[in-house]
């Protein structure tokens, strides 16, 4: 059983911030790229950030970058989604997910394990 389990969305004002985490289970955590993506209704799944096994490496797309930071913990078996300076646009399911590498992970392809979203909501 291969399980990833995001936490810590909510609702945040506009500006303001949070912090998601995704712990896995059943996996062999330290030998994949780990990577972050949100889809709001209505709309198509859109990547945000990659990270690679021992976080030499770390990708971000032009919509989060600069303002989101992703982490990992490869003791405790923990994805991190730092969010900083949240808009309107942010609100989304925000999901985890497990590629075998960063490379070409956007188009979600090759990433067979997901886990279940934690819903963000950015709203006065």
């Known amino acids: 059983q291969e399980q990833l389990k995001e936490s810590g969305g909510g609702l945040v004002q506009p500006g303001g911030s949070l912090k998601l985490s995704c712990r896995v289970t059943?996996?062999?955590?330290?030998?994949?790229?780990m990577a972050w993506f949100r889809q709001a209704p209505g709309q198509k799944r859109e990547a945000l950030s990659c990270?690679?096994?021992?976080?030499?490496?770390?990708y971000y797309e032009d919509s989060v970058k600069g303002r989101f930071t992703t982490s990992r913990d490869n003791v405790d078996y923990t994805l991190y989604l730092q969010m900083d300076n949240l808009t309107a646009d942010d609100t989304a399911i925000y999901y985890c997910?497990?590629?075998?590498?960063?490379?070409?992970?956007?188009?979600?392809?090759?990433?067979?394990?997901w886990g279940q979203g934690t819903q963000v909501t950015v709203s006065s």
């Open positions: 997910a497990a590629p075998p590498f960063c490379r070409g992970y956007t188009h979600g392809a090759h990433v067979t394990y």
């Open positions: 990270i690679d096994k021992d976080s030499t490496n770390v």
């Open positions: 059943g996996l062999a955590f330290e030998l994949y790229a």
